[in-house]
């Protein structure tokens, strides 16, 4: 697996088990993501790749992965009713 995890263990673990080890290999990629992004802009900002003016340089910021996880609406009950009722049709076409 790319996350780094055995692929046998994938049948031994929850859903939230397996979404957690997913989370934690997405925000792993983001980190090095970011430190390279700061390697980069600092390096561009100490040679000659830095305009004159500071204010016409590209904020560090806006080149960063944000810490924040986004949030999801939470499902409306008839919203969860629909997805179990369509997992269930499906399901039951296995059969």
């Known amino acids: ?5 055995d692929p046998e263990l994938f049948w ?3 859903p939230r088990e397996t979404q957690n080890i997913l989370d934690g290999y997405v925000e792993r990629l983001a980190d090095q993501y970011n430190e390279r992004a700061w390697l980069a802009w600092h390096t561009a900002w100490l040679t000659a790749y830095a305009p004159q003016k500071s204010t016409q340089f590209v904020k560090l910021k806006s080149l960063l992965h944000d810490a924040e996880p986004r949030s ?3 499902q409306s009950m008839e919203e969860q009713i629909s997805v179990a009722q369509m997992w269930a049709v ?4 296995r059969g």
Do not use: C, D, E, F
């Open 90 to 93: 499906a399901l039951s076409g």
């Open 72 to 74: 999801r609406p939470m």
């Open 12 to 14: 031994k673990l929850t």
């Open 1 to 5: 697996m790319r996350a780094g995890q």
